[in-house]
């Protein structure tokens, strides 16, 4: 079973720890310097996550513990861009989170050569010239506001045919 940790717990320990110091004495005034920083909001969302940290195994500790060591080891323009992903996910609404933490959970179950198979065509898609590319993606959406009995039937009909 995979670990599960909070996605905000662990965005908002990278980015508040990224810039770890050399000595302990710096980083505690580091610290207290980014947590002066800090509007209220963002304090008390950190004060809170606090008993989410105490309450994770050892093993979930170190995940993220890793997680933060490979951040920083990242070029910068590598680490502003995860940045501002994780700004844009956060400005999702609920339900926009949930459709995609569905969609990644659907992505994490798939075998690795289904990845790989989705990756190609992608990369394909992605490729091809731009008039093609908007015709497909035209094609696509027509099929996916079919009603799902009417795609059955379409599918069929197309297996029928290639016997």
Do not use: C
């Not at 996605?7 to 580091?30: H, K, M, N, T």
């Not at 995940?63 to 060591?69: A, E, S």
């Not at 490729?127 to 996916?144: H, K, Q, V």
Request: hydrophobic share 35%; no cysteine; proline share 6%.
């Amino acid at each position: 079973m995979a670990i599960r940790i909070p996605a905000l717990l662990s965005a908002l320990l990278l980015v508040f720890f990224a810039a770890a110091p050399a000595s302990a004495e710096q980083g505690i005034d580091a610290a207290l310097e980014r947590w002066k920083g800090l509007s209220p909001q963002e304090r008390e969302t950190l004060r809170s996550r606090h008993d989410v940290w105490k309450s994770l195994s050892d093993e979930q500790k170190a995940l993220i513990r890793g997680r933060l060591q490979r951040f920083k080891s990242l070029p910068l323009g590598e680490q502003k861009r995860i940045r501002n992903n994780f700004s844009l996910f956060r400005d999702l609404s609920p339900r926009e989170r949930k459709i995609l933490k569905e969609k990644y959970d659907r992505w994490m179950k798939l075998p690795p050569n289904r990845k790989g198979e989705i990756r190609e065509r992608y990369q394909r898609l992605k490729n091809m010239a731009p008039d093609r590319r908007r015709e497909i993606l035209n094609r696509l959406d027509i099929w996916r506001r079919l009603p799902p009995g009417e795609r059955k039937e379409i599918l069929k009909r197309a297996r029928t045919r290639k016997r």
